[in-house]
């Protein structure tokens, strides 16, 4: 079966994969093989990188040095796993239900239905599968209607279909990531302001970014992080994270903008690195 590329990924801009360092590689990488289904791509001396369908999406890395992150550190809020339908959505629930995964929430959003869980280490984790773009409710400045409403977990685990799971389905992406950081005017100001990100939605201390009308690609939120700082480089969690533009003109604007502003980047990776306000990496590539 060969699905549509999601609506999240044909945006002038996407999420491209997410990297983590971990204190038990063995622990967190079979948590991300047997309960979301990522198949190991690649193995280094320092790490695993995983994905569907051949399609890096997650790296883990280790490091003795690693010190595990405080709670209201800058980081990760969590890795958003986008399934290309509700259909494997509700296929993923039946296995994490048969296998006893335990969950931290799960929420209707609107415009996506969505399900939280944390792996051994603490590092959130969303699985979500967007409704129909044409659904979605827009607001006359161009961001979107969202909402969290409680999502109806049996409902969507009744509409599974009764056969074997075999892992992430293709089409699997990371529709979105969505960090903790120290303050909202700064985060605007870095990835609206910088990269050229729209602001999508808002809510009480976070704010929601995104390319070509998307939901969001990125979001930041200060609900643990309030005056967080600097990460340092040491800490355990969201080591860095890319962003792929499928518009290059968008990626030499970014850069452009960079440079201006005289924000340190390097070129690494076929792309360009560079750290946010709160020392968390980013890699842009076209």
């Known amino acids: 079966m060969t ?102 929430g799960a929420s209707d959003h609107l415009v996506s239905e969505a399900i939280y869980l944390s792996d051994p280490e603490g590092n959130g984790i969303e699985i979500y599968a967007d409704r129909p773009h044409d659904v979605w409710k827009f607001h006359q400045d161009g961001q979107v209607e969202m909402a969290t409403n409680r999502l109806d977990l049996q409902a969507l685990y009744d509409s599974a279909p009764q056969d074997s799971w075999n892992g992430m389905a293709d089409g699997t992406a990371i529709g979105h990531i969505h960090l903790q950081v120290g303050n909202i005017p700064e985060a605007d100001a870095f990835y609206r302001d910088v990269l050229g990100l729209k602001i999508m939605a808002r809510y009480p201390g976070a704010s929601f970014f995104a390319t070509g009308g998307y939901h969001h690609h990125v979001a930041a939120n200060i609900w643990n992080s309030r005056g967080a700082g600097t990460r340092s480089e040491t800490m355990t969690g969201l080591a860095d994270y890319s962003l792929h533009f499928n518009d290059k003109t968008a990626l030499d604007t970014a850069k452009t903008a960079l440079d201006k502003l005289e924000i340190k980047t390097e070129a690494r990776d076929g792309g360009v690195f560079l750290r946010d306000p709160w020392g968390i990496g980013l890699t842009l590539t076209a």
């Open 3 to 104: 699905s549509e590329t999601s609506y999240a990924l044909t945006r002038p801009a996407h999420v491209g994969h997410s990297h983590l360092v971990v204190k038990d590689l063995a622990a967190v990488s079979g948590f991300y093989q047997s309960m979301l289904g990522l198949k190991v791509i690649e193995k280094t001396a320092s790490g695993e990188v995983l994905g569907v369908a051949g399609l890096p999406l997650l790296t883990l890395t280790t490091d003795s040095n690693a010190q595990t992150a405080p709670r209201n550190a800058a980081g990760l809020f969590h890795t958003a796993f986008l399934m290309p339908d509700r259909t494997e959505l509700a296929r993923w629930l039946r296995h994490a239900a048969h296998n006893n995964v335990v969950l931290d």
